[in-house]
């Protein structure tokens, strides 16, 4: 007889393999109670799915983390993502023209020289962290060049986003010092918003279209347009490093595969997508429910909160045949890898351009590389999941 089933997001199980609890939860108890959080748990596609393009049923605006529904310990902050339409169709009009395929293609050159000179640090060494020196560097320099933010930040930002998501074994929840990064951000960004404001100038970005943005909540503070970009600059930051680091190992453990995107580099984006899908980072975001609602006959009140288990629905066999299996060629018609619906990633074609100029370098320079699995190390903690380290050797060049 099997254990009784138990989920909790800060369980550690989960950090070091959530998906025995998520196959059990869509077989058992797809709607799943959460007793300690009095909160409901969505495990399958269709439900995930579902909800995020039902803004009507459940708000994004009591917050997307346990920081801020769980355990009410992080405030509610101005963010697109914490935004339910209208509010967030308006917010985000503003900006999405910039993260468009046509806009941000601009930016390849940048990014790929970004890769080639982190790859020839490393050439004569052999060896190269994935996450740590190549891929964290790629998603920094391409949130400060798209941000224009002063490219010498960048180590400094990083480091502030990474206190955010680090945990300690035993650790539950967001840490003291991953508070003081956000607070770090909110200064960091506000004093640039300031500094713009005060100059008088009027620039064509992202920074400046926020600025002399007329909402319809009136004119936007300083406050509220540095905590909008903070909000960019932790989402673009934080989970291309880990997608990049797991690609690289799924080809690294399936040398066919690894042979035919490096025959066909038209390849490299399905080979990102179905990591993307087959490990996925972001273990759940988080609604509440507007109004009494229900879910396959179970019964949900307003005001509970509802963890979407992202990863538990990219994994489900009623939406992939053979769900755990990472297959080149799938080509998913549907995933939530980006989300879906009203919170789609605003940032998915910069992820997308960035995984395929690094892979493109990575896999030209380096075509032999193996992975150090034994070195690597992977996140503790309940929101994403991912490696903080995975290194590769290579034949030196």
Not at 11 to 36: C, G, K, N, T
Request: charged residues 25%.
């Amino acid at each position: 007889m099997s254990a009784p089933l138990q989920y909790s997001p800060f369980d550690p199980a989960i950090f070091d393999d959530p998906y025995p609890v998520y196959a059990r939860l869509r077989a058992e108890s797809p709607v799943h109670y959460v007793e300690e959080f009095d909160c409901w748990a969505l495990s399958t596609f269709e439900d995930v799915w579902n909800a995020c393009q039902s803004p009507d049923l459940y708000t994004a605006e009591k917050g997307t983390t346990a920081g801020h529904v769980l355990q009410n310990v992080v405030e509610v902050f101005p963010a697109l993502d914490m935004m339910d339409p209208p509010r967030h169709t308006e917010h985000r009009a503003l900006v999405s023209q910039r993260f468009l395929p046509g806009f941000v293609k601009r930016f390849e050159p940048t990014l790929r020289k970004i890769v080639r000179d982190r790859l020839e640090i490393a050439r004569g060494q052999g060896r190269v962290d994935v996450v740590k020196e190549l891929g964290s560097h790629l998603s920094t320099g391409a949130v400060c060049r798209i941000l224009d933010f002063p490219e010498a930040d960048g180590d400094m930002l990083r480091g502030w986003v990474e206190a955010v998501f680090y945990r300690e074994p035993g650790q539950i929840g967001i840490t003291q010092a991953g508070i003081d990064g956000f607070a770090n951000l909110d200064a960091y960004c506000l004093e640039l918003v300031r500094a713009r404001r005060a100059s008088g100038e009027e620039r064509d970005d992202i920074l400046g279209r926020y600025l002399g943005a007329q909402v319809a909540e009136g004119p936007m503070s300083d406050d509220k347009v540095a905590s909008l970009m903070k909000e960019l600059v932790v989402a673009g930051t934080e989970t291309l490093p880990k997608m990049l680091a797991a690609t690289l190992l799924r080809l690294g453990e399936r040398p066919d595969a690894r042979r035919e995107v490096i025959d066909d580099p038209t390849l490299l984006l399905d080979a990102f997508m179905e990591t993307v899908r087959f490990d996925m980072p972001t273990q759940f975001m988080a609604r509440v429910a507007k109004i009494d609602t229900e879910i396959r006959g179970v019964k949900v009140r307003a005001g509970r909160p509802i963890l979407l288990l992202y990863t538990s629905a990219s994994r489900d066999e009623a939406e992939f045949p053979n769900a755990d299996t990472w297959d080149l060629h799938r080509r998913a018609p549907r995933t939530v890898g980006f989300g879906h619906g009203t919170h789609a990633c605003l940032g998915r074609h910069v992820a997308r351009l960035e995984a395929r100029v690094a892979l493109e370098e990575i896999l030209s320079a380096m075509p032999d590389y193996t992975v150090d699995l034994a070195s690597a190390e992977r996140l503790y903690t309940e929101y994403v999941q991912g490696f903080a380290s995975l290194p590769i050797e290579f034949e030196p060049y």
